[in-house]
């Protein structure tokens, strides 16, 4: 089994700064690898896939990067909007997600 | 509008079972691999299984099989996930999520794209 693991658990940032996300997986999932946004009390959101490729209708303040078994997720500049948890997701063998990081407002 | 309604959810004691239903609508439902997701109370999100498009493969997440089947119906649009011998450990909000699209014999998965609103599951004496 593919064990993705999602670095920091939390963070702190305030509106208008960067955040850069982490996510390993413990082996090569190539480029099959999914990002989702989730806000209290709502579902998933899908904000990337294919590492990189942006979903329908997510801003370009988003962004991924990474192949193989090192990924990240950048938002460029923290809207009050984004502040949430954030997973990642192999799809390359079975299906297994990341345990998530918090984006707290600093 | 594409949609997915989840439901069936509730309070089962310890050992019992619960079927959940998935309605979709506005997609071509029989093209699409289609899986649950599960969430248990302040915690991440867990794959539990998935359906091929025409319902010739179930996959399941080790924590569940053996215990949970998952079923189609095309003709109904409609996806169901039958619980047995639940336990304390099951409680959690179950998402349907649209997986792989399927066409001339090829299917491809750009992430779960459309996701059910939930239906909460308790396991409890």
């Known amino acids: 089994e593919i064990v993705m693991t999602q670095s920091p658990a939390s963070l702190s940032v305030s509106p208008g700064e960067r955040a850069t996300l982490s996510c390993w997986a413990s082996?090569?999932?190539?480029?099959?690898l999914a990002w989702y946004q989730q806000k209290p009390g709502q579902t998933p959101r899908l904000l990337i896939y294919?590492?990189?490729t942006r979903a329908t209708g997510i801003p370009a303040r988003f962004s991924g990067s990474g192949s193989g078994t090192e990924f990240t997720l950048t938002i460029s500049s923290l809207q009050s909007e984004d502040f949430a948890v954030y997973y990642c997701?192999?799809?390359?063998?079975?299906?297994?997600f990341g345990g998530g990081t918090k984006v707290e407002i600093k | 509008e594409v949609q997915l309604v989840e439901s069936g959810g509730g309070l089962v004691q310890p050992g019992g079972s619960l079927r959940l239903s998935c309605a979709a609508s506005?997609?071509?439902?029989?093209?699409?691999?289609m899986n649950w997701v599960r969430q248990a109370p302040g915690k991440g999100l867990e794959w539990v299984a998935n359906?091929?498009?025409?319902?010739?493969?179930?996959y399941f997440a080790d924590s569940v099989k053996g215990r949970f089947t998952i079923s189609r119906d095309n003709a109904k649009n409609s996806l169901h996930l039958q619980m047995n011998s639940l336990r304390a450990d099951d409680t959690a909000v179950y998402y349907c999520?649209?997986?792989?699209?399927?066409?001339?014999?090829?299917?491809?998965?750009?992430?779960?794209?459309?996701w059910g609103q939930g239906t909460r599951v308790t396991v409890s004496s």
């Open positions: 294919g590492a990189s």
């Open positions: 506005g997609f071509t439902f029989s093209s699409y691999w």
């Open positions: 359906i091929k498009q025409d319902g010739s493969g179930e």
């Open positions: 082996q090569s999932v190539s480029n099959n």
């Open positions: 997701q192999q799809y390359d063998s079975w299906l297994n």
């Open positions: 999520a649209r997986g792989r699209y399927c066409s001339g014999g090829s299917c491809y998965l750009a992430g779960f794209a459309v």
